[in-house]
């Protein structure tokens, strides 16, 4: 499968590499710096393109948005049309100083860049911290993290599932996208208890009964 990234951060390269060593074909696409795009690509190796957004949205069959919040409606300009293409969006709408988040409760960072991607298929998930991805190992102790995803479209949503599956977490359905409310705020909380609790590398385990 192609997988354009839009941001090529800790996040577009911590799952990319994954997806690259699972035999998918990626093209990163937006940075303020072409050497970092560059070197992102080289980091994953395996052939990754370097493009602008526009392009990795043309190359895609999934399109992933790793940007900051306040970077998303910059993003998706410089994407255009999204227009029946899968997107997934690992963006939280996390406060520049990291002190809250800017949207919750009553719609999500998800719901909003549906607005802003009229068309796209968009599935929504809070993936590994991005310490984890990079890290040697996912399990912690012998348990497999949960990772939540939703989104409105159940085709888009198994696809995405399966290349969470490949970024060796649980992936579990948390249903239509409206459940973004929910699934951010909890990966607010994995921020808060990481870095205002000093817990390190905290992850999230359904169980279930
Ligand atoms: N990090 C995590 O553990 C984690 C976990 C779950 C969800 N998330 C969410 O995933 C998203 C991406 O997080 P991340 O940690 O991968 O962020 P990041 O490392 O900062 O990556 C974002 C990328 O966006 C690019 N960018 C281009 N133009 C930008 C602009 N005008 N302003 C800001 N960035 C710009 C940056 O490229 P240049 O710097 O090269 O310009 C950077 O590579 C966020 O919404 C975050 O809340 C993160």
């Not at 719901?111 to 993936?127: D, F, H, N, T």
Request: negative net charge; hydrophobic residues 45%.
């Amino acid at each position: 499968m192609n997988i354009g990234i839009i941001g090529a951060g800790n996040m577009g390269t911590g799952m990319g590499k994954f997806w690259a060593q699972n035999g998918h074909k990626l093209m990163l696409s937006y940075s303020r710096s072409p050497d970092k795009l560059k070197a992102a690509a080289e980091s994953i190796g395996s052939g990754t393109l370097v493009g602008t957004p526009a392009e990795a949205v043309q190359f895609a069959d999934v399109v992933v948005l790793s940007v900051a919040w306040t970077a998303v409606e910059d993003a998706l300009q410089q994407a255009g049309s999204l227009d029946g293409k899968i997107l997934f969006s690992c963006v939280n709408a996390l406060l520049p100083n990291m002190g809250g988040l800017a949207v919750g409760t009553t719609t999500s960072a998800a719901e909003e860049i549906a607005k802003l991607a009229p068309g796209a298929r968009i599935v929504e998930a809070m993936p590994l911290f991005a310490e984890v991805l990079h890290s040697s190992s996912r399990l912690f102790g012998e348990q497999k993290p949960t990772v939540f995803y939703c989104g409105d479209d159940e085709d888009a949503k198994a696809i995405v599932a399966q290349l969470l599956q490949e970024t060796e977490v649980d992936a579990i359905d948390a249903g239509p996208l409206k459940s973004a409310r929910y699934v951010e705020p909890a990966g607010f909380l994995l921020v808060q208890l990481a870095y205002a609790q000093n817990m390190g590398q905290v992850a999230l385990k359904l169980l279930q009964r």
